[in-house]
T-cell receptor
């Protein structure tokens, strides 16, 4: 479970509604971005990625939008389900993932789905 | 069948002790990492190894010593444990190269120093 006093940005969403999670990234040289989902007691799990030559990419119930001008990334979850309750992280890097290039994670966003 | 496995899952120990966390991946990846997640859920890289060679060492106290006996294993040994070392430690692995490649994470080791 969560630590006492934990103050993550939290999005409470009704089951079936759409969720939008936002992320501001820091490095204008980053060209590859990933959204991760972390459920309680588990490691981060890959959801969807996007390269800097795209501004939108869709997966199953998820869409990632990239605005390089303002260094902003968002994750949209359609028809949110109870299983979507988790902490969501954006991560940025420069490809290739080699040498000093590494995934840098943003602050997590807690999503709580209300049945 | 677990892609990235860490042991132990929980570790409670006293200050001053020395402990190790083990990590193994069966994905055929050539790069492995250790990340530390603090109480605010912030994930920060500690080390990366590529084909057993240390690549990234992020201003981590030298009480922390990673060891990679082969490219499928990356262990973390911590000497003289301190209260501030309490955190969740995640191992991850990836393919290096120009293509898209995220990290695959283990399920974490929750270290509590008392």
């Amino acid at each position: 479970g969560e630590s006492v006093g934990l103050h993550l940005p939290t999005l409470s969403v009704q089951e079936g509604d759409n969720s939008i999670i936002n992320c501001a990234y820091s490095n204008s040289a980053s060209d590859y971005f990933i959204w991760y989902k972390q459920e309680s007691g588990k490691g981060p799990q890959f959801i969807i990625d996007i390269r800097s030559n795209m501004d939108k990419r869709q997966g199953q119930r998820v869409t990632v939008l990239l605005n390089k001008t303002v260094k902003h990334l968002s994750l949209q979850i359609a028809a949110t389900q109870p299983g979507d309750s988790a902490v969501y992280f954006c991560a940025e890097t420069s490809l290739p993932l080699y040498g000093n290039n590494r995934l840098a994670f943003g602050k997590g966003n807690q999503v709580v789905v209300i049945p | 069948d677990t892609a990235v496995s860490q042991t132990p899952k929980y570790l409670v120990t006293q200050m001053g002790n020395d402990k190790s966390i083990k990590c193994e991946q069966n994905l055929g990846h050539d790069t492995m990492y250790w990340y530390k997640q603090d109480s605010k859920k912030f994930l920060k890289i500690m080390f990366s190894y590529n084909n057993k060679e240390l690549i990234i060492n992020e201003t981590v106290p030298n009480r922390f010593s990673p060891k990679s006996p082969d490219k499928a294993h990356l262990n973390l040994h911590i000497n003289s444990l301190e209260l501030g070392d309490s955190a969740v430690y995640f191992c991850a692995s990836s393919h290096s190269g120009a293509g898209r490649s995220g990290y695959t994470f283990g399920s974490g080791t929750r270290l509590t120093v008392v």
